[in-house]
């Protein structure tokens, strides 16, 4: 990568009157490899280059992007930006304000032992075909199913008129397995690690190694097809246990969003929308009960959200959110720190290809580990329901009402996973919810990687990691479909 | 660049593919320009412009596929993109349900598809529609107080050559506003929004966007609380368009019927919808947004009746030519994604142009009908919860109000509703004669005899 291209975009853009300019160059390397039904579906490399600029001038901000890597194409995009932000002035209520520079000179890189671009290709179709037939073949009922891969790189280059030049190369990969069930135009499926595709990680190939696709595909398919006769899951108030493939995304909806300062101050309202946790309420509102601490930390090795520095420039670190139950931090940007007066940003802009704007997103929301262990907390459990991997997912707002399903169930009685149950699901408000977590467990705490978050306008889709272990909710509404 | 210089990369492309030993070879060009300028607390935060462009390669050897998106139109870097694809293509295995690439069809070019005012406009262009927006919403009442949003502009354009002898091309043109104001009062806050979108920018009235948005917004100021329930409903075109857009995307895709996923499979010919409700996926109407006249394969874009006065049949499906290429006698009805959402979006086949029909009802007829009943401005965070018995689940937003006695009383709550389309859409009172586009859809109003609620938002 080329920081000529980038001095360039920095000159010019000063030049024109910029008071402070940044720029990232990159690439970005995408494989993906899905088989279904015995044959190929998806074999396919998605690449993009390219470069963006963004600049303050007369105290507004002006963003430009292109895909076309030339000296010529970058002075004209430096320009594009000034002049943007020159027309971001005409509606501005006051000037944009930075916390101080941590620039430096650095470079960081995903830490692995297997590169997952240099396994051959044939290698990967032939583990996935393995165990994609292994789903198929548990029953006649199993009218689709697939396995997957993917691998994901991304280089990239940040300069910055504060005399930043950081490269960093991010590599994360993972896959999963999922078996589908018809009868009678009853659908049932069951995925494995996680649905969303899977589970993902910053490593190198021996993460996907590690899932051991194929030891769990017999699983996946029986399941599929025992959900078929399972009893529903019915309507009532119970003790809630989710497992972390579950929990994950209910930490990602309802602290990772509304823990976002931009939404916080009101930025996203005219798309996701705003969030319950206003700055008023930092250090007083009471987020959950004591047994919750969750934290933003972007260096925990392996996690989805890991990486070096954000695309700001700021160095990795992590950031506590909520602590004992009590909403302490949020996620920031260096101009939404300065505008709650804090001394440095959370280090969370990040932004989906180099083309474009970076924006807050979660690094790794974790939910620290408890006391328990996880076998505990269903012996513990007298009449409850236990649900993993997630089917269905929404969340109003201001990130308080929610509603998940998932795809299988147990019903616990007396300390005992009793029966299998289908079509769960559960509803509350986030702070009630987290307010009657009495339980989280420490033996079973991992990092699950969520490749798809949605964010933004334009929409931008970004990586981010949750690590969490099971946990009980009391008195949860469950079984919210008739 | 011209939508005659897309061709001529992807042509050479082809010919590189076939060169370096493809049997058939399908490559896709795009270029795409937008800018966005967007605001919050009453004032732009954030101001984009974005140039993307690149190919996707199709390679195909000996019923062996290979694919590669490059987000590149350096032709050095298209040739190794071909290479890379042929090498993909080498060490998959041969898929048996692929025939053939489709051989070439008639199309025309659709009129009025692209402005070059549109896709021209500056950013001291869209700042200024952003301040009067900010000012015209602030004076509507003083107790607004933040305005957010964005105002978009741009184009894109596609060329699609094959092996087989394809030659298409498409370009468009959009533009898109939408408001959100924040009223607050005595410690409650209101939200209230509008949107618009069209091919031509001059075609957007800003400032009524901005009126809507304020207005409801007041209007929303301390809501009640409201019991769950079913409740007779009156849903504006924004939120009758999530309707029409999740049973596209949960239904009428071949991949999703083929895997016994959509729940058009379980109910073919069935009067499974009110018969007063017709869909269709058109791109050559003048409503549609998106006006391409083929899809990513270069095949004209059919226009399909999804939903016929209530009824879903088996020319409901939409088809690309693998998809068709599994059933016997089938062929493709021409929705293979675009080329750019093959970079962004799934790579199956469904309808991103779709229209319902309007009826005859004004709103104030829809609502003078309701004893009892809610009116929803727009949903939020919509997803389904079981494809097969078309189950969504999802809050309204930005506006939500009680109807007693035939008119609206006063604002309620955010509701969480959990429903069967199958059950809601089955018995529509009335469909209101104006329609509407939200983003790719477009719809009227519709009052629903019932819509099952399930939860409070309370705030």
Redesign the interface.
């Known amino acids: 990568m080329s920081a000529e291209l980038g001095k360039a975009v920095l000159e010019t853009a000063r030049k024109n009157g910029a008071s402070y300019v940044d720029v990232r160059i990159g690439e970005v390397f995408d494989e993906h490899v899905t088989v279904k039904k015995g ?2 579906d ?9 470069f963006g600029v963004r600049v303050i001038v007369d105290g ?9 890597l030339t000296k010529g194409e970058a002075v004209q ?1 430096a320009q ?2 000034v ?6 002035s ?5 000037p944009v304000a930075l916390t101080p520079s941590e620039s430096r000179k650095g470079k960081y890189a995903t830490k692995m032992k297997k590169d997952p671009f240099r396994v ?3 290698e990967k ?1 032939d583990f996935l ?1 393995h165990a994609e037939r292994t789903i198929a073949g548990q029953s006649d009922l199993i ?2 199913s697939s396995a997957f891969f993917r691998a994901f790189r991304e280089n990239k280059l940040f300069m910055s008129t504060e005399g930043a030049e950081i490269s960093q190369q991010i590599t994360w990969c993972g896959g999963g397995l999922e078996g ?1 069930a ?1 009868r009678n ?3 049932q499926r069951r995925s494995f690690p996680a649905s969303f595709r899977g589970n993902f990680s910053t490593s190198g190939y021996e993460f996907f190694e590690s899932l051991a696709l194929s030891d769990h595909a017999k699983q996946v398919g029986q399941e599929a097809v025992k959900l078929l006769d399972a009893e529903k899951c019915a309507a009532t108030e119970t003790d809630l246990i989710l497992t972390g493939d579950q929990l994950a995304l209910q930490i990602h909806e309802s602290c990772g969003h509304p823990t976002e300062l931009d939404r916080a ?6 798309y996701a ?1 705003t969030s ?1 946790l206003v700055p008023n309420k930092l250090g007083k509102l009471k987020y959950g009960s004591k047994y919750v601490n969750i934290v933003a930390d972007a260096t925990v090795p392996g996690g989805l959200g890991t990486f070096g520095f954000d695309d700001e420039g700021t160095p990795a670190r992590c950031t506590d959110l909520i602590k004992s139950g009590l909403f302490v931090g949020y996620q920031t940007s260096r101009e939404t720190a300065a505008e709650l007066r804090q001394k440095r940003s959370s280090g969370g802009m990040r932004a989906q290809s180099p ?3 970076p924006l807050i997103r979660m690094t790794n929301i974790n939910l620290l580990p408890g006391n328990w262990k996880s076998d505990e907390i269903v012996e513990d459990t007298k009449k409850g329901v236990s649900m993993m991997v997630n ?8 990130r ?2 929610f ?1 998940f ?1 998932t795809e299988i169930a147990w019903k616990i009685k007396n300390g005992s996973k009793e029966k299998i149950l289908k ?1 769960p ?1 559960y ?1 509350g ?1 986030t702070p009630i919810f987290w307010g009657s977590c009495d339980a989280v467990s420490k033996n079973d705490w991992k990092m699950w990687g969520t490749p798809n978050c949605g964010k933004g ?2 929409g931008q889709v970004m990586y981010v990691g949750h690590g969490c272990a099971t946990a009980r909710f009391t008195k949860t509404r469950i079984g ?3 | 660049m011209s939508t005659k210089q897309l061709l001529e990369i992807s042509e050479k492309a082809v010919k590189a593919a076939l060169k370096k030993g493809a049997d058939q070879a399908q490559v896709a060009s795009f270029i795409m320009d ?21 190919v996707a390669v199709k390679v195909i050897t000996k019923k ?10 350096d032709a050095k ?1 298209i040739e190794d ?1 071909v290479e ?1 694809a042929l ?2 293509a080498r ?3 041969p ?3 692929f025939k053939s690439l489709p051989s070439p069809q008639k199309w025309t070019p659709i009129k009025g598809a692209f402005d070059p005012k549109t896709a021209a406009c ?3 262009f ?3 529609k ?2 009067d927006m ?1 000012q015209k919403a602030h004076s509507k009442s003083t107790r607004i107080k ?1 305005v ?3 105002f ?1 502009t741009g184009s894109s354009s596609f060329a699609i050559s094959s092996s087989l002898g394809v030659s298409a091309y498409a370009q468009v043109s959009l533009a898109s506003v ?3 104001a ?1 009223a607050e009062a005595t410690g409650s806050q209101g ?1 209230g ?1 509008d949107e618009q979108h069209s091919r031509f920018v001059k075609a957007l009235d800003h400032i009524h966007v901005a009126e809507e948005a304020a207005e409801k917004s007041v209007r929303s100021i301390k809501p009640i609380k409201i019991e769950p329930g079913e409740y007779e409903t009156v849903l504006s075109p924004r939120a009758s368009a999530t309707f029409v857009s999740f049973l596209g995307f949960m239904g009428f895709s071949a991949t999703t019927y083929q ?3 959509s729940f058009v ?2 109910h073919l010919d069935e009067q499974v919808f009110d018969e007063k409700f017709t869909v269709k996926d058109d791109s050559k109407d003048p409503w549609t947004l998106y006006a391409v006249p083929v899809d990513g394969e270069g095949l004209p874009k059919k226009s399909l009746k999804l939903i016929d006065r209530g009824v879903v049949s088996e020319g409901s499906i939409c088809y690309d030519s693998f998809t068709a290429g599994k059933e016997k006698g089938r062929k493709s009805t021409g929705h293979a994604p675009p080329p750019i959402m093959m ?1 962004f979006g799934p ?1 199956r086949p469904f309808p991103i142009n779709m229209i319902a029909s309007s009826g005859d009802a004004s709103m104030e007829e829809m609502i003078k009908d309701v004893r009892h009943g809610v009116f929803v401005t727009r949903f ?9 018995k078309a ?1 969504l ?3 309204t ?1 930005d506006g939500t109000f009680l109807i007693e006695n035939g008119e609206i009383s006063q604002p309620v709550m ?1 509701l ?1 509703y ?1 429903d069967s389309m199958l059950t809601a859409l089955k018995k529509i009172d009335m469909i209101g004669k104006a329609l509407q586009r939200t983003g790719d859809t477009t719809t009227p109003a519709m009052k629903l005899k019932k819509l ?1 609620f ?6």
């Open positions: 044959l190929p998806d074999i396919s490399l998605r690449q993009t280059n390219g507004a901000w002006g963003f430009a992007g292109s895909v076309f995009t594009a930006a002049s943007i932000a020159k027309a971001s005409k509606a501005k209520k006051k051959p290709l044939d179709i075909l009218k689709s589908v018809v135009g009853e659908v101050l009101g930025m996203e309202a005219d929308g319950f083309m474009a704007l089917k269905s997912w929404s969340i109003d707002d201001r308080l009402n509603q399903g079509n699901t509803t408000m306008v334009p919210v479909l008739r | 937008t800018a966005l300028t967007r605001f919050a607390n009453s004032q732009i935060h954030q101001n984009v412009a974005n140039k993307n462009g690149g062996k596929i290979g694919t590669l998106r490059a987000n590149t139109l870097k993109a890379k090498n993909i060490v998959s295995p898929n048996k349900d500056t950013p001291e869209r700042a200024g952003v301040k900010i933040a957010a949003g964005s978009s939408n408001v959100t924040i939200f929004s895997d016994g996923q499979k379980y970079f790579m939020h965070y919509t997803n389904p919860v079981d494809p097969t189950i689940t999802g809050l937003r955010n969480r959990t099952r399930t939860g409070v938002t309370e705030y």
